[in-house]
C-alpha cells in the first residue's frame, strides 16, 4: 500500500485513545476498517507499532518513534493547510506593482502602498519602476498585477484603465531660461502655448506614442506652433535631469516640482491650454487573484471623493 495522510491520522486517533473501538468512534468510522487499516500500516512499515492487551491496545517503542513523526508531519500538514487557505482568501501571497516616475510621485501612491501593507501584512508587494507602455505591456502579459501611470499610451483589450485623479500640467525650463524669468504667482506667471514656438522640447514617451506629450503636440499643431523637439526619453526624472542640463523645457505632472527644485523652474500653463496628468490605476478585467481585487477596492475607496487627491 502507499501510506496516505489518513493512516496517519488513523493511528494518531488510536495511540490517542488507546482502544479501537474509542479511536473509531473519535473517526466516526468502523471498528473493523480500522483494524484492517492499522494492521496494514504495520506491515507496510515492517514493525509492530501496538501491542495488544485486554484493555487496548498500547504503542510499541517503534510505535513511540513513529508516534513523534506522523504528528510532526500532521502540524506541518495542518500548518500548510492554513497558509493555503490564507492564499486562497488573498490575504497572504504576493503582488507585482509598477509605476511610471510622475505615478510615484504623487502622494497618493505610498499612501495607498502603506495602507495596504498595513492592512495585509502577509501579502508581499514587489515593487518596480517602469514606463507607462512597458507597464501596460506586462500587466497585459501577466508579468504585473497592477500598474500607476498617467496618461495610456495603448489599450491592449482586457485591461481596466481606471482615473483616478487628475492634476495640473507644469511648464519645467531651466533657471536661467527666459520662461523661468515669469513671477511664480499671478496673472503673468502662467506660460502660453505660443510660448513653445521654437523651443527644444524634451518628451517623456516612445516616438510616436500617445498620451500627455501627444496631446501637447497636437495643441500645438492646432494653433500652428512649432516647438523643436529634441528628444523623447522614457523616464521622467531623465527628462527633468536634461532640462536641468539645460537641454531644454517640458511639460510634467505638478507632483513633480520638487525635483531638482534648485536648478528647474516650475510654470503653470495657461487657463486656456487644456491640458492636465491624470492617475491612472491599471489591472487586468479578468484578473481572479483576490489580492489584486483587494488592492484595487482599496485604491478605489481611498480615492472615492477624495478632494485632496483631486488637486
Not at 487499516?37 to 507496510?44: C, G, M, S, V
Not at 504623487?106 to 499612501?111: A, C, D, K
Not at 526619453?233 to 531644454?248: F, H, P, Q, S, Y
Request: include cysteine.
Amino acid at each position: 500500500m502507499d501510506m496516505e495522510l489518513r493512516h496517519l491520522r488513523y493511528f494518531l486517533a488510536v495511540a490517542e485513545a488507546g482502544h479501537l473501538t474509542r479511536a473509531a468512534a473519535r473517526l466516526n468510522i468502523q471498528q473493523p476498517p480500522l483494524s484492517q487499516q492499522i494492521k496494514a500500516l504495520e506491515n507496510h512499515l515492517g514493525v509492530a507499532l501496538f501491542r495488544r492487551h485486554a484493555k487496548g491496545m498500547a504503542l510499541t517503542e517503534s510505535g513511540e518513534l513513529f508516534l513523534e513523526e506522523a504528528r510532526r508531519i500532521l502540524d506541518s500538514t495542518a500548518v500548510m493547510e492554513q497558509r493555503m487557505a490564507r492564499v486562497a482568501q488573498g490575504v497572504r501571497g504576493r503582488l507585482a506593482i509598477a509605476f511610471t516616475t510622475s505615478a510615484a510621485a504623487h502622494l497618493l501612491t505610498p499612501r495607498v502602498l502603506r495602507l495596504f501593507r498595513g492592512r495585509y501584512p502577509e501579502i508581499e508587494l514587489s515593487l518596480s519602476e517602469n514606463s507607462a507602455a512597458e507597464i501596460t505591456e506586462r500587466i497585459a502579459a501577466r508579468d504585473l498585477h497592477c500598474g500607476f501611470l498617467r496618461v495610456p499610451v495603448g489599450r491592449p483589450p482586457g485591461l481596466v484603465f481606471r482615473t483616478l485623479l487628475k492634476e495640473p500640467v507644469l511648464v519645467a525650463a531651466p533657471l536661467d531660461h527666459r520662461l523661468a524669468q515669469k513671477p511664480r504667482t499671478g496673472k503673468n506667471a502662467a506660460v502660453a502655448l505660443k510660448d513653445f514656438q521654437d523651443e527644444n522640447l524634451i518628451l517623456v514617451r516612445r516616438a510616436g506614442a500617445p498620451g500627455l506629450y501627444a496631446n501637447l503636440l497636437a495643441l500645438c499643431a492646432e494653433r500652428g506652433i512649432c516647438p523643436n523637439v529634441v528628444a523623447e526619453v522614457e523616464r521622467m526624472m531623465t527628462n527633468l535631469n536634461l532640462v536641468a542640463a539645460g537641454a531644454g523645457i517640458s511639460v510634467v505632472p505638478a507632483s513633480m516640482q520638487q525635483v531638482h527644485a534648485k536648478t528647474v523652474a516650475y510654470r503653470p500653463l495657461g487657463k486656456s491650454i487644456h491640458l492636465n496628468a491624470p492617475l491612472n490605476l491599471v489591472y487586468r478585467a479578468a484578473d481572479e487573484t483576490a489580492a489584486t481585487g483587494f488592492f484595487v477596492d482599496l485604491v478605489t475607496s481611498t480615492t472615492a471623493g477624495d478632494d485632496g487627491a483631486r488637486s
